[in-house]
């Protein structure tokens, strides 16, 4: 009796297992992953930088991925050599060597060495990053469950709320993608210095853009900031990079970088208005060209 309870209870275990896995295949194949395959040429790649910042983070990726390419190559040969000189066979008569000054200073001085040339550039790139310049355009961005919604107070409190493209509704041929592409993209101009202040109307999110080198949390009641200077034209795109429900993998961010000409008609045909001649404009912080050296620019943070 207890042997038949047994094998029962095995079996109604395994058949519930496999029955997860059924629909969490399913789950799966009805909500595959976005279409990435004209954003990324290669995936060991990150995404081509549209930013300043995103070139300098490539830059440094670059960086220490030849660092931690060096350090296993020398470990690993390091384990083949001992493991080859000094194993039973050829080395019968172990050495009792408990002490080398030498290989001790050696293995001490040389890992600080390493972190000092991965701290210096990634301290200048937090900085770089982390204090906003003097915006040009600022964007409110608004995380919901689950779309986002957009600000523009510089443009006469033009508003708007950017939803996903359902795959039924996916137009090829004006470039949509899949999961990616949004009803109201988000559309800014080429060479303006952008600051987006992110918060969030119900759970926390994450606004976050490859190409541009953002991402940054939305937070309930509170407002965080992140800048962006898009330096060529084109459509980028992003996605909320924080858990928040159900819907969480259908929370796009498009971004449509145009000219500066292009930017006032869109505005102008969205109802809004673009900021009066006379009015006083921040002068917008010069941006470091040259990918080694990293200014940190002259702000006053919203």
Not at 165 to 186: A, E, F, H, N, W
Request: net charge negative.
């Amino acid at each position: 009796m207890i042997s038949t309870l047994t094998v029962s209870l095995r079996t109604g275990f395994f058949v519930s297992c496999l029955s997860a896995f059924l629909v969490f295949l399913s789950i799966s194949a009805a909500h595959a992953a976005p279409d990435f395959s004209q954003i990324l040429e290669w995936p060991y790649k990150l995404q081509a930088a549209a930013t300043p910042a995103m070139e300098h983070i490539t830059e440094f990726h670059n960086m220490l991925l030849y660092i931690i390419t060096g350090i296993v190559i020398f470990v690993t040969a390091l384990l083949l050599f001992v493991m080859v000189r000094f194993n039973a066979k050829a080395n019968p008569t172990p050495s009792t060597t408990t002490h080398n000054v030498l290989l001790e200073v050696l293995w001490t001085v040389v890992p600080v060495v390493i972190l000092i040339v991965i701290a210096v550039p990634s301290f200048k790139l937090l900085f770089f990053e982390a204090r906003n310049p003097a915006p040009e355009l600022t964007i409110k961005v608004t995380g919901n469950q689950w779309n986002w919604s957009y600000e523009y107070p510089d443009n006469g409190e033009l508003s708007f709320t950017s939803t996903y493209i359902k795959d039924k509704d996916l137009d090829p041929t004006k470039g949509q993608k899949r999961l990616l592409s949004t009803d109201s993209p988000v559309v800014v101009p080429v060479d303006t210095t952008i600051v987006f202040e992110v918060t969030a109307s119900d759970v926390i999110h994450s606004f976050a853009v490859p190409a541009f080198g953002i991402k940054i949390d939305a937070v309930p009641g509170r407002l965080n900031s992140a800048w962006a200077r898009a330096d060529k034209t084109g459509t980028y795109f992003g996605q909320c990079s924080e858990i928040c429900g159900v819907g969480h993998g259908l929370m796009p961010i498009e971004i449509k970088v145009v000219t500066k000409d292009e930017f006032a008609e869109w505005v102008v045909a969205q109802g809004g208005s673009m900021p009066a001649a006379d009015a006083v404009v921040p002068e917008a912080t010069p941006v470091a060209e040259a990918p080694v050296e990293l200014p940190v620019p002259n702000t006053d943070k919203k």
